[in-house]
């Protein structure tokens, strides 16, 4: 019986399995031109991610980072969703790595009292695009993003996922 990996709130321990996993992903497996210079956010996770309705979370399997996603406050109950990876050994529905971190993330968003996730991906990304949209999410144009949302320069493709809607 294959186990799931268990999710967990980031700690600093992880933090150089954290940052060599998703440099591996960017720049290895889709060719991304991006360091870990350029990502300084890596190097302050605690400070960065988990203040507000912000968090960061890391999936483990056997004690390995196998997984990444981290909700960032952006003000106005939203989040950003932010460095959603996984390993590529770890995806699909073997191991459902994806799915429970995503969960993870949406109930944390819910029970702090958030009304919308907010998201930006690159274009290469299909299989992302397929999952969120599965996952409930819904494409949405960049003109329709908070004005408080922080747009990656990889960002070209964007969604939102309406946790409580407005009256």
Same mark, same amino acid.
């Given at each position: 019986?294959?186990?799931?990996?268990?999710?967990?709130?980031?700690?600093?321990?992880n933090q150089d399995q954290v940052v060599e996993l998703i440099l591996q992903i960017q720049q290895e497996e889709y @060719?991304? &031109?991006?360091?870990?210079?350029?990502?300084?956010d890596l190097f302050a996770i605690e400070e960065y991610y988990q203040t507000g309705n912000g968090n960061f979370w890391v999936a483990l399997y056997d004690g390995n980072v196998v997984g990444t996603i981290s909700l960032?406050?952006?003000?106005n109950h939203q989040v950003a969703l932010r460095k959603m990876f996984v390993k590529k050994d770890y995806r699909g529905a073997t191991y459902k790595t994806a799915t429970l971190l995503l969960k993870t993330?949406? @109930?944390? &968003?819910?029970?702090?009292?958030?009304k919308e996730?907010?998201?930006?991906?690159?274009?290469?990304?299909l299989a992302a695009?397929?999952?969120y949209e599965k996952n409930g999410f819904i494409s949405i144009d960049f003109h329709d993003l908070p004005s408080n949302f922080p747009v990656l320069q990889v960002d070209k493709k964007f969604y939102k996922y309406v946790c409580f809607e407005t009256v």
């Open positions: 019986m294959i186990v799931s990996p268990n999710v967990h709130k980031y700690s600093v321990k @060719n991304i &031109a991006i360091t870990k210079e350029d990502q300084p960032l406050d952006i003000g993330a949406v @109930n944390w &968003a819910k029970e702090c009292g958030v996730v907010y998201l930006g991906t690159t274009p290469q990304f695009h397929r999952f």
